[in-house]
């Protein structure tokens, strides 16, 4: 269904109407995007940022909203990928992100239902939970153990907060409107460069020196290679009628569970997979249900900076944006108004064995999602998707088309709900 406990009435931008030239272009009006226009809004450049539909209705529209640091085994699969070093790095950013975010709201007095919820993770499994708490001592997390709103093993911090994700971008997008334009339904379609870039998008052409790219899960194959560089998580959330109980939490195991509430409803994500398997959610008591999905790097941590001079992305956030769409803000935004550049997750970092495997790993589940979806399609008559060719598959809780292999989404007649697809797709 396409339906979000999040969904409240939107500020409306109209769209582009002429050919535009800007200083810095943002494509992409989700969290990470709205908030980097946040940070360049009173500087002196000329900033414009389109939204191929409506702002904040990609991911962040369907998350769950938490500001945590503890993010599941994220931290421990950073150490054993990077080392000590940079997982701390990585942990202190997201402190600062929380910090950051919390004085974003209270300093331009935002309504969004920020709350401070104590971040808990839990496990099943013995052997890998005493793993992960040997893990956060060694990055300095003092942890409480055994918090009595749950019955598994789990230990947890109070640090951390959730809020209303989509009141916070709308109440951004309100604070930057003057100084920004920002235009809805127009898309961008392709990218050139003379000595600035040209972008095309369904309505014209925008002309900028600083291209920055929010919008999830960049169209283009090269440069980059990003298909093989990502995948694709999926998960679905269910909602129940409960009482707001103060606690946020995740497990760390095989089959992920992530819990939080909102007022007097409890969110309960599950069914984690790739976008190539089926949902084995049946329809039970809860009020409504949604799926959403985002980018997963194969070494864990997100892409944040250049991949060609003055051709920045923001993008992998291993379903943890709430707080990396902040990180990715600030560190392009500084590298763009200060030329500071920051290292540890820019895109063209080198690649660790654990990327390598999981990146060999990740071409075979390409191949066989492409492959797959043709052998699901034979003798059926399915719409191809435009991007890298894969059969469409109908979804039926939300009546579109989607692609199993990079999950562009397409209405029932053809019109893009979401990228990487630049085109929609022919009858
Ligand atoms: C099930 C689930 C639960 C999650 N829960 C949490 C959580 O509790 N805490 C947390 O920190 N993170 C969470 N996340 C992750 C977080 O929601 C995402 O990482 C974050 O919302 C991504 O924001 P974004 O702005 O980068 O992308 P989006 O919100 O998708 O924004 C990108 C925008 O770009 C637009 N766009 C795309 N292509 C084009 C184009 N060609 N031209 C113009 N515009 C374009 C899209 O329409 C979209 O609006 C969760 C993710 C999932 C899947």
Redesign the pocket.
């Known amino acids: 269904m396409d339906k979000s406990v999040w969904d409240i009435r939107k500020p409306k931008f109209a769209k582009q109407t002429q050919d535009i030239k800007t200083d810095i272009l943002i ?7 709205i908030t980097l226009a946040y940070y360049l809004h009173k500087t002196d450049y000329k900033v414009t940022l ?4 409506q702002i904040g ?4 529209r ?5 500001l945590t640091y503890l993010q599941s085994d994220l931290l421990y699969k950073i150490t054993k990928a990077h080392g000590l070093k940079i997982a701390r790095e990585y942990k202190e950013e997201q402190q600062k992100a929380i910090f950051e975010i919390i004085n974003i709201i209270k300093n331009n007095n935002i309504q969004c239902n920020l709350e401070q919820s104590p971040s808990i993770i839990f496990s099943n499994n013995p052997k890998y939970f005493s793993k992960i708490k040997k893990n956060l001592k060694q990055l300095n997390i003092n942890y409480h153990l055994n918090h009595p709103q749950i019955k598994q093993n789990n230990v947890y911090v109070n640090d951390t907060f959730v809020f209303h994700p989509l009141k916070y971008v709308y109440s951004l997008a309100n604070i930057i409107k003057n100084d920004v334009k920002i235009y809805e339904n127009t ?2 379609l392709s990218i050139n460069k003379n000595n600035n870039f040209i972008v095309r998008t369904n309505l014209g052409f925008i002309e900028c020196q600083y291209l920055i790219l ?3 899960y960049p ?1 283009f194959i090269f440069p980059f290679l990003f298909p093989i560089k990502t995948h694709l998580e999926k ?1 679905t ?1 269910q909602l129940f009628k409960d009482e707001n109980k103060k606690y946020n939490a995740i497990n760390i195991d095989k089959h992920t569970i992530s819990i939080r509430f909102h007022q007097d409803k409890k969110l309960y ?1 599950t069914n984690s997979r790739n976008l190539n398997q089926k949902s084995e959610i049946d329809a039970n008591d809860q009020l409504y249900q949604w799926e ?3 980018v997963m790097t194969m070494d864990y941590l997100p892409f944040i900076g250049t991949i060609k001079p003055n051709l920045f992305i923001a ?1 992998g ?1 291993n ?7 902040n990180v990715a803000a600030k560190i392009i935004s500084q590298q763009i108004i200060n030329n500071e550049i920051k290292n540890t997750f820019k895109p063209y970092r080198k690649l660790s064995l654990t990327s390598i495997i999981n990146i060999t790993k990740n071409i075979i589940y390409n191949i066989t999602a492409f492959i797959q979806s043709k052998i699901n399609s034979f003798g059926k008559a399915k719409p191809i998707c435009p991007h890298m060719y894969c059969t469409l598959e109908h979804n039926k809780l939300d009546n579109t088309w989607e692609c199993p292999c990079h999950g562009s989404k397409f209405t029932k007649d053809g019109r893009i709900i ?2 990487p697809s ?1 085109k929609e797709i022919k009858k």
């Open positions: 494509v992409g009006g989700g969290i990470t995007g389109i939204e191929q539909n209705h990609g991911v962040s369907k998350t769950t909203g938490k898309r961008m929010c919008n999830n169209p998960s959330i994500l959403n999905y985002d993008t956030f379903t943890w944006g709430m707080t990396n769409s979401k990228g630049t």
